[in-house]
Protein backbone atom coordinates (compact mmCIF):
# COMPACT_ATOMS: atom_id res chain seq x y z
CA UNK A 1 0.00 0.00 0.00
CA UNK A 2 1.05 3.48 -0.76
CA UNK A 3 1.52 5.88 2.39
CA UNK A 4 0.25 9.10 1.67
CA UNK A 5 1.70 12.64 3.24
CA UNK A 6 0.33 16.02 3.61
CA UNK A 7 2.23 18.79 1.91
CA UNK A 8 1.32 22.55 2.15
CA UNK A 9 1.64 24.92 -0.77
CA UNK A 10 3.75 27.30 0.60
CA UNK A 11 2.68 29.72 -2.01
CA UNK A 12 -0.73 29.89 -1.13
CA UNK A 13 -0.71 29.22 2.84
CA UNK A 14 -2.51 32.27 4.73
CA UNK A 15 -1.10 31.21 7.97
CA UNK A 16 -4.57 30.63 9.86
CA UNK A 17 -3.29 27.59 11.73
CA UNK A 18 -6.44 25.56 11.75
CA UNK A 19 -4.54 22.73 10.19
CA UNK A 20 -1.42 22.92 13.04
CA UNK A 21 -4.47 23.06 15.56
CA UNK A 22 -6.46 19.53 14.47
CA UNK A 23 -2.95 17.13 13.41
CA UNK A 24 -3.69 14.54 15.79
CA UNK A 25 0.28 13.65 15.51
CA UNK A 26 1.12 17.25 16.09
CA UNK A 27 3.43 16.66 12.61
CA UNK A 28 2.21 20.57 11.36
CA UNK A 29 4.51 23.79 12.26
CA UNK A 30 4.93 26.86 11.45
CA UNK A 31 7.88 27.74 9.59
CA UNK A 32 9.09 30.95 8.10
CA UNK A 33 5.05 32.12 9.04
CA UNK A 34 3.55 29.34 6.39
CA UNK A 35 2.60 25.78 7.61
CA UNK A 36 4.73 23.01 7.28
CA UNK A 37 4.61 19.49 7.46
CA UNK A 38 7.17 17.14 9.02
CA UNK A 39 6.34 14.03 6.77
CA UNK A 40 8.20 11.85 8.92
CA UNK A 41 5.92 12.25 11.54
CA UNK A 42 2.26 12.60 9.33
CA UNK A 43 -0.29 9.66 9.18
CA UNK A 44 -1.62 10.73 6.07
CA UNK A 45 -5.38 10.95 7.91
CA UNK A 46 -6.00 13.77 5.61
CA UNK A 47 -7.83 15.87 8.47
CA UNK A 48 -5.72 19.20 7.69
CA UNK A 49 -5.95 18.55 4.06
CA UNK A 50 -9.94 18.63 4.51
CA UNK A 51 -9.60 21.85 7.41
CA UNK A 52 -8.13 24.20 4.95
CA UNK A 53 -10.19 26.87 4.18
CA UNK A 54 -8.28 28.06 1.29
CA UNK A 55 -7.36 24.35 -0.37
CA UNK A 56 -3.93 24.89 0.26
CA UNK A 57 -2.46 21.38 1.24
CA UNK A 58 -2.99 18.33 -0.56
CA UNK A 59 -2.03 14.72 -0.18
CA UNK A 60 1.08 13.32 -2.23
CA UNK A 61 2.53 9.69 -2.17
CA UNK B 1 18.61 35.41 30.48
CA UNK B 2 16.38 35.40 33.06
CA UNK B 3 12.72 36.69 34.12
CA UNK B 4 9.94 36.01 36.59
CA UNK B 5 7.74 35.10 33.69
CA UNK B 6 7.84 34.26 30.24
CA UNK B 7 4.40 35.23 27.99
CA UNK B 8 4.32 33.59 24.79
CA UNK B 9 2.01 35.76 22.42
CA UNK B 10 1.18 39.29 22.34
CA UNK B 11 -2.35 38.92 20.97
CA UNK B 12 -4.90 40.51 23.48
CA UNK B 13 -4.51 37.10 25.54
CA UNK B 14 -0.67 37.74 25.98
CA UNK B 15 -0.43 41.48 25.96
CA UNK B 16 -2.96 41.54 28.85
CA UNK B 17 -1.81 38.46 30.84
CA UNK B 18 1.93 40.43 30.80
CA UNK B 19 0.20 43.85 31.98
CA UNK B 20 -1.63 42.69 34.60
CA UNK B 21 1.71 40.52 36.18
CA UNK B 22 3.92 43.24 35.37
CA UNK B 23 1.55 45.89 37.17
CA UNK B 24 2.27 43.44 40.40
CA UNK B 25 5.87 43.73 40.27
CA UNK B 26 6.35 40.46 38.41
CA UNK B 27 9.38 40.60 36.09
CA UNK B 28 8.10 39.59 32.68
CA UNK B 29 9.06 38.61 29.14
CA UNK B 30 6.11 38.72 25.98
CA UNK B 31 7.52 37.19 23.20
CA UNK B 32 5.76 37.32 19.28
CA UNK B 33 7.64 35.71 16.50
CA UNK B 34 5.82 38.71 14.06
CA UNK B 35 7.19 41.52 12.50
CA UNK B 36 4.91 43.65 13.62
CA UNK B 37 2.02 42.75 16.63
CA UNK B 38 -1.70 42.44 15.08
CA UNK B 39 -0.01 41.69 11.52
CA UNK B 40 -1.54 39.89 9.60
CA UNK B 41 -5.29 40.60 10.99
CA UNK B 42 -7.21 37.09 11.43
CA UNK B 43 -10.19 38.03 13.10
CA UNK B 44 -14.22 39.47 12.06
CA UNK B 45 -13.19 42.66 14.50
CA UNK B 46 -16.69 42.55 16.20
CA UNK B 47 -16.76 42.60 19.77
CA UNK B 48 -19.29 43.60 22.24
CA UNK B 49 -19.55 47.29 23.80
CA UNK B 50 -19.33 45.77 27.29
CA UNK B 51 -15.25 45.68 26.79
CA UNK B 52 -15.80 49.96 27.66
CA UNK B 53 -16.55 49.00 31.42
CA UNK B 54 -13.57 47.08 31.94
CA UNK B 55 -10.99 49.80 31.26
CA UNK B 56 -8.40 47.89 29.62
CA UNK B 57 -8.19 49.96 26.53
CA UNK B 58 -7.26 53.72 26.81
CA UNK B 59 -7.84 55.19 23.40
CA UNK B 60 -10.31 54.82 20.89
CA UNK B 61 -8.38 54.47 17.98
CA UNK B 62 -9.26 51.05 17.52
CA UNK B 63 -13.10 51.71 16.81
CA UNK B 64 -13.80 51.55 13.58
CA UNK B 65 -17.47 51.80 13.94
CA UNK B 66 -20.99 51.06 16.60
CA UNK B 67 -23.17 49.14 15.26
CA UNK B 68 -26.74 49.46 14.93
CA UNK B 69 -27.58 46.11 15.95
CA UNK B 70 -27.81 42.38 14.65
CA UNK B 71 -29.85 40.66 11.90
CA UNK B 72 -30.02 36.98 11.56
CA UNK B 73 -31.30 35.41 8.50
CA UNK B 74 -32.10 31.96 8.26
CA UNK B 75 -31.98 29.75 5.21
CA UNK B 76 -34.94 30.69 3.51
CA UNK B 77 -34.22 34.70 4.56
CA UNK B 78 -36.05 35.20 7.43
CA UNK B 79 -35.25 38.01 9.79
CA UNK B 80 -34.70 38.02 13.16
CA UNK B 81 -33.43 41.66 14.28
CA UNK B 82 -31.79 42.72 18.12
CA UNK B 83 -31.77 46.13 17.78
CA UNK B 84 -30.16 48.77 20.15
CA UNK B 85 -33.27 50.64 20.94
CA UNK B 86 -34.85 47.40 22.05
CA UNK B 87 -31.10 46.36 24.12
CA UNK B 88 -30.69 49.23 25.93
CA UNK B 89 -28.69 51.07 23.20
CA UNK B 90 -25.55 48.60 23.89
CA UNK B 91 -24.20 46.68 21.28
CA UNK B 92 -21.32 45.68 19.61
CA UNK B 93 -18.39 47.79 18.13
CA UNK B 94 -16.46 46.88 14.57
CA UNK B 95 -12.80 47.31 15.02
CA UNK B 96 -9.53 48.01 13.70
CA UNK B 97 -8.19 44.63 15.61
CA UNK B 98 -4.16 45.57 14.25
CA UNK B 99 -4.66 48.98 15.96
CA UNK B 100 -6.46 47.09 19.15
CA UNK B 101 -3.77 44.83 19.48
CA UNK B 102 -0.68 47.16 19.15
CA UNK B 103 -2.56 49.37 22.15
CA UNK B 104 -2.88 46.80 24.32
CA UNK B 105 0.78 45.56 23.86
CA UNK B 106 1.76 49.07 24.21
CA UNK B 107 -0.25 49.39 27.74
CA UNK B 108 1.70 46.29 28.89
CA UNK B 109 5.09 47.84 27.64
CA UNK B 110 3.81 51.41 29.50
CA UNK B 111 3.20 48.39 32.89
CA UNK B 112 6.72 47.02 32.63
CA UNK B 113 6.51 44.29 30.43
CA UNK B 114 9.36 43.55 27.79
CA UNK B 115 8.15 43.32 24.19
CA UNK B 116 10.17 41.28 22.09
CA UNK B 117 9.48 40.90 18.14
CA UNK B 118 10.30 38.32 15.58
CA UNK B 119 10.98 35.68 18.69
CA UNK B 120 9.77 32.43 17.98
CA UNK B 121 9.38 29.86 20.98
CA UNK B 122 10.41 26.50 19.79
CA UNK B 123 10.14 24.49 22.37
CA UNK B 124 9.85 24.51 26.36
CA UNK B 125 13.05 24.16 28.31
CA UNK B 126 12.37 21.37 31.18
CA UNK B 127 14.55 19.76 33.75
CA UNK B 128 12.90 16.21 33.87
CA UNK B 129 9.29 17.02 33.81
CA UNK B 130 9.76 20.63 35.22
CA UNK B 131 8.78 23.67 33.20
CA UNK B 132 12.37 25.74 33.26
CA UNK B 133 11.58 28.24 30.42
CA UNK B 134 11.61 28.62 26.86
CA UNK B 135 13.57 28.01 23.69
CA UNK B 136 13.85 30.79 21.55
CA UNK B 137 14.74 31.33 17.78
CA UNK B 138 15.45 35.01 16.91
CA UNK B 139 17.03 36.01 13.35
CA UNK B 140 18.77 32.90 12.81
CA UNK B 141 19.82 32.26 16.48
CA UNK B 142 18.58 29.81 18.89
CA UNK B 143 18.61 30.44 22.37
CA UNK B 144 17.27 29.36 25.87
CA UNK B 145 15.56 31.90 28.47
CA UNK B 146 14.54 31.17 32.38
CA UNK B 147 11.49 31.97 33.43
CA UNK B 148 9.50 30.83 37.19
CA UNK B 149 6.34 30.50 34.79
CA UNK B 150 5.70 30.63 30.82
CA UNK B 151 2.11 31.04 29.35
CA UNK B 152 1.05 29.88 26.61
CA UNK B 153 -1.14 33.13 24.98
CA UNK B 154 0.02 31.05 21.84
CA UNK B 155 -3.91 31.43 19.67
CA UNK B 156 -5.43 28.53 18.17
CA UNK B 157 -2.05 26.32 17.31
CA UNK B 158 -1.14 26.40 21.02
CA UNK B 159 2.11 24.09 20.72
CA UNK B 160 2.93 25.38 24.39
CA UNK B 161 0.20 23.25 25.63
CA UNK B 162 1.06 20.27 24.04
CA UNK B 163 5.18 20.73 25.08
CA UNK B 164 3.21 20.54 28.74
CA UNK B 165 1.45 17.52 27.93
CA UNK B 166 -1.64 19.24 27.71
CA UNK B 167 -4.03 17.64 24.74
CA UNK B 168 -5.38 20.66 22.99
CA UNK B 169 -5.60 18.97 19.62
CA UNK B 170 -9.26 20.52 18.16
CA UNK B 171 -11.52 17.82 17.28
CA UNK B 172 -12.52 18.75 13.58
CA UNK B 173 -15.89 19.18 14.47
CA UNK B 174 -14.88 21.60 17.35
CA UNK B 175 -12.83 24.09 14.93
CA UNK B 176 -14.49 26.74 12.80
CA UNK B 177 -12.12 27.39 9.62
CA UNK B 178 -12.70 30.62 7.70
CA UNK B 179 -11.97 32.95 5.24
CA UNK B 180 -12.99 36.93 5.02
CA UNK B 181 -12.94 39.73 2.59
CA UNK B 182 -12.68 43.01 3.37
CA UNK B 183 -14.17 45.16 0.74
CA UNK B 184 -14.48 48.84 -0.02
CA UNK B 185 -16.15 50.95 -1.87
CA UNK B 186 -19.53 48.90 -1.28
CA UNK B 187 -23.07 50.74 -1.67
CA UNK B 188 -25.00 48.80 1.22
CA UNK B 189 -26.07 51.17 3.76
CA UNK B 190 -26.48 49.45 6.84
CA UNK B 191 -24.72 49.81 10.79
CA UNK B 192 -26.29 46.24 11.49
CA UNK B 193 -24.35 43.03 11.83
CA UNK B 194 -25.14 40.53 9.41
CA UNK B 195 -25.17 36.62 9.90
CA UNK B 196 -26.47 33.87 7.59
CA UNK B 197 -27.54 30.55 8.67
CA UNK B 198 -28.19 27.41 6.80
CA UNK B 199 -26.54 24.06 6.35
CA UNK B 200 -25.72 24.55 2.49
CA UNK B 201 -24.67 28.65 3.05
CA UNK B 202 -22.25 27.26 5.70
CA UNK B 203 -22.41 24.25 7.38
CA UNK B 204 -22.21 24.26 11.33
CA UNK B 205 -21.68 27.92 10.83
CA UNK B 206 -22.17 31.43 9.42
CA UNK B 207 -21.50 34.32 7.00
CA UNK B 208 -20.42 37.12 8.45
CA UNK B 209 -20.90 40.96 7.50
CA UNK B 210 -19.53 43.54 9.75
CA UNK B 211 -19.88 47.22 8.35
CA UNK B 212 -16.39 49.05 9.05
CA UNK B 213 -17.81 52.34 8.12
CA UNK B 214 -17.24 54.38 4.98
CA UNK B 215 -18.83 51.82 2.58
CA UNK B 216 -16.18 49.25 4.52
CA UNK B 217 -17.48 45.77 5.00
CA UNK B 218 -15.64 42.79 6.68
CA UNK B 219 -17.96 39.80 4.53
CA UNK B 220 -16.46 36.23 5.85
CA UNK B 221 -17.54 32.68 6.39
CA UNK B 222 -17.04 29.75 9.27
CA UNK B 223 -17.57 26.46 8.64
CA UNK B 224 -16.92 23.00 11.01
CA UNK B 225 -13.90 21.43 9.86
CA UNK B 226 -15.73 18.27 10.14
CA UNK B 227 -17.58 19.29 7.45
CA UNK B 228 -14.97 20.82 5.21
CA UNK B 229 -13.37 19.80 1.71
CA UNK B 230 -10.35 21.23 0.89
CA UNK B 231 -10.76 24.93 -0.14
CA UNK B 232 -14.72 24.79 0.46
CA UNK B 233 -14.95 27.90 3.14
CA UNK B 234 -13.85 30.02 0.21
CA UNK B 235 -15.75 28.37 -2.41
CA UNK B 236 -19.26 29.00 -0.31
CA UNK B 237 -17.97 32.39 0.93
CA UNK B 238 -17.66 33.09 -3.14
CA UNK B 239 -20.76 31.34 -4.23
CA UNK B 240 -22.81 33.54 -1.12
CA UNK B 241 -21.47 36.80 -2.56
CA UNK B 242 -22.59 36.37 -5.95
CA UNK B 243 -25.48 35.37 -5.30
CA UNK B 244 -27.04 37.12 -2.59
CA UNK B 245 -24.49 39.72 -1.65
CA UNK B 246 -24.00 41.58 -5.33
CA UNK B 247 -23.69 44.90 -3.85
CA UNK B 248 -20.30 43.39 -2.46
CA UNK B 249 -19.09 41.95 -5.93
CA UNK B 250 -18.65 45.23 -6.94
CA UNK B 251 -16.37 46.46 -4.13
CA UNK B 252 -12.48 46.80 -3.83
CA UNK B 253 -11.05 43.52 -2.26
CA UNK B 254 -8.59 44.95 -0.03
CA UNK B 255 -7.89 41.97 2.30
CA UNK B 256 -8.17 38.36 2.13
CA UNK B 257 -7.40 36.17 5.45
CA UNK B 258 -8.15 32.89 6.28
CA UNK B 259 -8.16 32.00 10.03
CA UNK B 260 -9.24 29.33 12.40
CA UNK B 261 -11.08 29.78 15.89
CA UNK B 262 -11.64 26.78 18.23
CA UNK B 263 -15.26 26.36 19.17
CA UNK B 264 -14.32 23.51 21.86
CA UNK B 265 -14.47 23.03 25.40
CA UNK B 266 -12.21 24.57 27.39
CA UNK B 267 -8.64 22.46 28.09
CA UNK B 268 -7.36 22.02 31.41
CA UNK B 269 -5.44 25.58 31.90
CA UNK B 270 -2.35 25.26 34.51
CA UNK B 271 0.19 22.63 35.60
CA UNK B 272 3.01 23.29 37.67
CA UNK B 273 4.94 26.76 36.44
CA UNK B 274 2.65 27.28 33.06
CA UNK B 275 -1.06 28.86 32.51
CA UNK B 276 -2.70 28.62 28.96
CA UNK B 277 -4.87 31.34 28.23
CA UNK B 278 -7.41 32.94 25.34
CA UNK B 279 -7.78 30.81 22.45
CA UNK B 280 -4.69 28.38 23.26
CA UNK B 281 -7.39 27.87 26.12
CA UNK B 282 -9.84 27.22 24.28
CA UNK B 283 -11.91 30.09 25.48
CA UNK B 284 -13.68 31.49 22.35
CA UNK B 285 -17.01 31.09 22.32
CA UNK B 286 -18.83 28.06 20.85
CA UNK B 287 -21.82 29.76 19.25
CA UNK B 288 -20.32 33.14 17.82
CA UNK B 289 -16.39 31.97 17.58
CA UNK B 290 -15.67 35.26 19.33
CA UNK B 291 -12.71 35.41 21.46
CA UNK B 292 -11.88 39.10 22.60
CA UNK B 293 -13.52 39.58 25.49
CA UNK B 294 -12.83 36.24 27.11
CA UNK B 295 -9.16 36.70 26.13
CA UNK B 296 -9.39 40.45 27.85
CA UNK B 297 -11.39 39.10 30.71
CA UNK B 298 -9.20 35.50 30.96
CA UNK B 299 -5.87 37.71 30.67
CA UNK B 300 -6.45 40.00 33.39
CA UNK B 301 -7.04 37.07 36.06
CA UNK B 302 -4.15 35.29 34.61
CA UNK B 303 -2.12 38.69 35.50
CA UNK B 304 -3.39 39.07 38.69
CA UNK B 305 -3.25 35.46 39.60
CA UNK B 306 1.11 35.19 38.45
CA UNK B 307 1.40 38.30 40.05
CA UNK B 308 0.23 36.74 43.72
CA UNK B 309 2.45 33.80 42.66
CA UNK B 310 6.04 36.15 42.12
CA UNK B 311 5.31 37.96 45.41
CA UNK B 312 4.77 34.57 47.38
CA UNK B 313 7.49 32.76 45.35
CA UNK B 314 4.95 29.60 44.46
CA UNK B 315 4.73 28.63 41.20
CA UNK B 316 3.05 25.17 41.67
CA UNK B 317 -0.20 23.47 39.81
CA UNK B 318 -2.44 23.94 43.17
CA UNK B 319 -1.34 28.00 43.93
CA UNK B 320 -2.08 29.09 39.48
CA UNK B 321 -5.33 27.12 40.33
CA UNK B 322 -6.93 30.35 41.47
CA UNK B 323 -6.79 31.68 37.65
CA UNK B 324 -8.69 28.33 36.56
CA UNK B 325 -11.39 28.75 39.18
CA UNK B 326 -11.58 32.76 38.42
CA UNK B 327 -12.20 32.55 34.74
CA UNK B 328 -14.44 29.54 35.52
CA UNK B 329 -16.54 31.59 37.99
CA UNK B 330 -16.27 35.13 35.53
CA UNK B 331 -17.33 32.92 32.04
CA UNK B 332 -16.91 29.18 32.59
CA UNK B 333 -20.19 28.51 32.41
CA UNK B 334 -21.21 30.97 29.50
CA UNK B 335 -18.47 28.45 27.21
CA UNK B 336 -20.23 25.38 28.65
CA UNK B 337 -23.59 26.33 27.96
CA UNK B 338 -22.97 27.32 24.74
CA UNK B 339 -20.81 24.44 23.96
CA UNK B 340 -24.19 22.60 24.75
CA UNK B 341 -26.03 25.17 22.27
CA UNK B 342 -24.06 24.68 19.39
CA UNK B 343 -24.68 20.99 19.75
CA UNK B 344 -28.19 21.11 20.03
CA UNK B 345 -27.94 23.41 16.89
CA UNK B 346 -26.36 21.06 14.98
CA UNK B 347 -29.13 18.87 14.89
CA UNK B 348 -31.72 21.07 13.59
CA UNK B 349 -32.32 20.95 9.70
CA UNK B 350 -32.56 24.31 7.49
CA UNK B 351 -36.62 23.56 8.03
CA UNK B 352 -36.36 23.78 11.84
CA UNK B 353 -34.23 26.99 11.49
CA UNK B 354 -36.82 28.47 9.01
CA UNK B 355 -39.69 28.01 11.69
CA UNK B 356 -37.50 29.13 15.05
CA UNK B 357 -36.61 32.44 12.89
CA UNK B 358 -40.10 32.94 11.91
CA UNK B 359 -41.40 32.78 15.28
CA UNK B 360 -38.62 35.34 16.43
CA UNK B 361 -39.03 37.92 13.18
CA UNK B 362 -40.78 40.24 15.19
CA UNK B 363 -39.51 39.62 18.62
CA UNK B 364 -38.28 42.15 20.94
CA UNK B 365 -35.61 41.47 22.68
CA UNK B 366 -34.40 42.35 26.27
CA UNK B 367 -30.67 43.02 25.36
CA UNK B 368 -28.19 42.39 22.63
CA UNK B 369 -26.68 39.30 23.25
CA UNK B 370 -26.54 35.53 22.14
CA UNK B 371 -28.24 34.84 26.00
CA UNK B 372 -31.78 36.53 25.42
CA UNK B 373 -31.61 34.79 21.81
CA UNK B 374 -32.25 31.24 23.38
CA UNK B 375 -34.06 32.87 26.10
CA UNK B 376 -36.73 33.61 23.49
CA UNK B 377 -36.08 30.28 21.45
CA UNK B 378 -37.03 28.51 24.94
CA UNK B 379 -39.94 30.67 25.64
CA UNK B 380 -41.52 30.00 22.24
CA UNK B 381 -40.75 26.35 21.69
CA UNK B 382 -40.65 24.35 25.19
CA UNK B 383 -40.74 21.47 24.17
CA UNK B 384 -38.31 21.17 20.96
CA UNK B 385 -36.19 23.21 23.25
CA UNK B 386 -36.48 20.74 26.06
CA UNK B 387 -32.73 20.44 26.48
CA UNK B 388 -31.69 23.93 26.48
CA UNK B 389 -34.02 24.80 29.20
CA UNK B 390 -31.55 23.73 32.25
CA UNK B 391 -28.97 25.73 30.38
CA UNK B 392 -30.98 28.60 30.53
CA UNK B 393 -31.43 28.10 33.57
CA UNK B 394 -28.14 27.69 34.91
CA UNK B 395 -26.83 31.27 33.53
CA UNK B 396 -30.18 33.28 35.23
CA UNK B 397 -27.62 33.73 38.06
CA UNK B 398 -25.31 35.47 36.41
CA UNK B 399 -26.19 37.49 33.43
CA UNK B 400 -23.59 37.92 30.55
CA UNK B 401 -24.11 39.92 27.45
CA UNK B 402 -22.07 38.96 24.92
CA UNK B 403 -23.10 39.65 20.68
C1 LIG C 1 -11.79 34.59 10.82
C2 LIG C 1 -11.93 34.88 12.27
C3 LIG C 1 -12.89 35.78 12.71
C4 LIG C 1 -13.00 36.08 14.07
N1 LIG C 1 -13.90 37.01 14.42
C5 LIG C 1 -13.99 37.39 15.72
C6 LIG C 1 -14.84 38.45 16.10
O1 LIG C 1 -15.50 39.08 15.26
N2 LIG C 1 -14.93 38.76 17.42
C7 LIG C 1 -14.19 38.12 18.37
O2 LIG C 1 -14.31 38.43 19.56
N3 LIG C 1 -13.35 37.12 18.03
C8 LIG C 1 -13.22 36.75 16.73
N4 LIG C 1 -12.35 35.74 16.37
C9 LIG C 1 -11.58 35.07 17.43
C10 LIG C 1 -10.43 35.93 17.91
O3 LIG C 1 -9.69 36.39 16.80
C11 LIG C 1 -9.52 35.13 18.85
O4 LIG C 1 -10.32 34.54 19.84
C12 LIG C 1 -8.46 36.00 19.50
O5 LIG C 1 -7.54 36.46 18.55
C13 LIG C 1 -7.71 35.21 20.58
O6 LIG C 1 -6.68 35.98 21.10
P1 LIG C 1 -5.34 35.29 21.62
O7 LIG C 1 -4.53 36.38 22.21
O8 LIG C 1 -5.68 34.11 22.44
O9 LIG C 1 -4.62 34.70 20.32
P2 LIG C 1 -4.09 35.40 18.99
O10 LIG C 1 -4.74 36.69 18.77
O11 LIG C 1 -4.18 34.38 17.94
O12 LIG C 1 -2.56 35.69 19.32
C14 LIG C 1 -1.60 34.68 19.39
C15 LIG C 1 -0.25 35.30 19.13
O13 LIG C 1 0.77 34.36 19.45
C16 LIG C 1 1.78 34.42 18.47
N5 LIG C 1 2.48 33.13 18.51
C17 LIG C 1 1.95 31.91 18.25
N6 LIG C 1 2.87 30.96 18.41
C18 LIG C 1 4.01 31.58 18.81
C19 LIG C 1 5.31 31.12 19.13
N7 LIG C 1 5.62 29.83 19.09
N8 LIG C 1 6.25 32.02 19.49
C20 LIG C 1 5.95 33.34 19.53
N9 LIG C 1 4.73 33.84 19.22
C21 LIG C 1 3.76 32.96 18.87
C22 LIG C 1 1.02 34.70 17.19
O14 LIG C 1 1.88 35.25 16.21
C23 LIG C 1 -0.04 35.67 17.67
O15 LIG C 1 0.40 37.01 17.59
C24 LIG C 1 -12.19 35.42 15.02
C25 LIG C 1 -11.24 34.51 14.59
C26 LIG C 1 -11.09 34.25 13.24
C27 LIG C 1 -10.05 33.30 12.81
S1 LIG D 1 -5.05 25.56 7.10
FE1 LIG D 1 -4.30 26.14 5.05
S2 LIG D 1 -4.07 28.38 5.10
FE2 LIG D 1 -4.31 27.68 7.22
S3 LIG D 1 -2.17 27.47 7.94
FE3 LIG D 1 -2.83 25.45 7.21
S4 LIG D 1 -2.18 25.39 5.05
FE4 LIG D 1 -2.09 27.53 5.69
S1 LIG E 1 -2.58 14.32 7.10
FE1 LIG E 1 -3.18 14.00 9.25
S2 LIG E 1 -1.27 13.38 10.27
FE2 LIG E 1 -0.68 14.26 8.28
S3 LIG E 1 -0.22 16.38 8.78
FE3 LIG E 1 -2.37 16.31 8.12
S4 LIG E 1 -3.54 16.09 10.03
FE4 LIG E 1 -1.40 15.59 10.51
Known sequence: MVKHKAKV????????????????????????LRAFVDQSLCIGCSICVNTCPIGAISLEE | MRYDVIVVGAGPAGSVTARFAAKRGAKVLLLERRAEIGIPVLCGEGVSQRIDKWNILESKNWIANKLDGAKIFSPDGTKVTLSKEMAGNETGYVIYRDVFDKELAHLAGKAGAEVMLRSEVIGLVKEGDKIKGVKVRRMKEDFEIEADIVVGADGVESKIGRWAGIDTTVKPNDLETCVQYTFSNVDYPTDYGEFY?????????????????????????GILANFSKPGLALKLLNAFIEKKLPDFKKGIPLRLLA?????????????????????????????????????????RIAGEVIGDAVEKQRFDRERLAEYEKRWKEAFGQKLLRNYMVKEIMLDFDDKTLN?????????????????????????????????????????EKKMEKKI
Open chain 2, 355 to 395: MLADSLKDYSFEEFSTLSLLKALVLKHPTLLMKLKPLIKLS
Open chain 1, 9 to 32: DERECLSCGGCISVCPVDAVFMKN
Open chain 2, 197 to 221: LGKKIAPGGYIWVFPKGDGVFNVGI
Open chain 2, 259 to 299: GAVPVAKPVETVRDNLLLVGDAARHADPITGGGITTSLEGG
